[in-house]
T-cell receptor, first 113, second 115 residues
Framework: DAGVTQSPTHLIKTRGQQVTLRCSPKSGHDTVSWYQQALGQGPQFIFQYYEEEERQRGNFPDRFSGHQFPNYSSELNVNALLLGDSALYLC????????????FGQGTRLTVV | AQSVTQLGSHVSVSEGALVLLRCNYSSSVPPYLFWYVQYPNQGLQLLLKYTTGATLVKGINGFEAEFKKSETSFHLTKPSAHMSDAAEYFCAVSHSGGSNYKLTFGKGTLLTVNP
């Protein structure tokens, strides 16, 4: 079992550009959540996808959008990048229940210059 | 609304000493509580979780935590620290009410283990 896989592992972008991050969930999981972890901070919830729909969204602007595909993989898109978007972006997969364990990927380190 | 406060951004212990990492939560409904560990350049790994039932929860790698409703706390302990325990630890809260599916994390506590 490969667990949760994210790509790419590292990425450098310029202010104003757009970026797409990808996540493949753990085998059997159909729910994907995205978190942003700024340096020295805990992860902050961006949104969660289930059955290809955004089920819940955190306090992030509309520049952050996502998608879930029929095979449950997911993408996180960020438009008009700001320096403050530099962070580790974590994907977590789980079953759809409220207290099931979320398995995290190793993350994508995004640097905006 | 729910929130988590981790007291102490950095805790340093000697190898073999007791590890105590503090977590207090705020939640308007009965909480689900979690401790995650993050090693350098890696994602988060679940150590243990409390949902309902027994308030003393045992996790992996010898860690345990006790849910104390009266103190709104969920402190993480380990009787004897190993060098391999050096990592960042995050407390998180969720709850069973409504349509809440997110984990709310504290800012983390960096654990250093000295030989």
């Amino acid at each position: 079992d490969a667990g949760v896989t994210q790509s790419p592992t590292h990425l450098i972008k310029t202010r104003g550009q757009q970026v797409t991050l990808r996540c493949s969930p753990k085998s059997g999981h159909d729910t994907v959540s995205w978190y942003q972890q700024a340096l020295g901070q805990g992860p902050q919830f961006i949104f969660q996808y289930y059955e290809e729909e955004e089920r819940q969204r955190g306090n992030f602007p509309d520049r952050f959008s996502g998608h879930q595909f029929p095979n449950y993989s997911s993408e996180l898109n960020v438009n008009a990048l700001l320096l403050g978007d530099s962070a580790l972006y974590l994907c977590a997969s789980s079953f759809p229940g409220l207290n099931t364990e979320a398995f995290f990927g190793q993350g994508t380190r995004l640097t905006v210059v | 609304a729910q929130s988590v406060t981790q007291l102490g951004s950095h805790v340093s212990v000697s190898e073999g000493a007791l590890v105590l990492l503090r977590c207090n939560y705020s939640s308007s409904v009965p909480p689900y509580l979690f401790w995650y560990v993050q090693y350098p350049n890696q994602g988060l790994q679940l150590l243990l979780k409390y949902t309902t039932g027994a308030t003393l929860v045992k996790g992996i790698n010898g860690f345990e935590a006790e849910f104390k409703k009266s103190e709104t706390s969920f402190h993480l302990t380990k009787p004897s620290a190993h060098m391999s325990d050096a990592a960042e630890y995050f407390c998180a809260v969720s709850h069973s009410g409504g349509s809440n599916y997110k984990l709310t994390f504290g800012k983390g506590t960096l654990l250093t283990v000295n030989p």
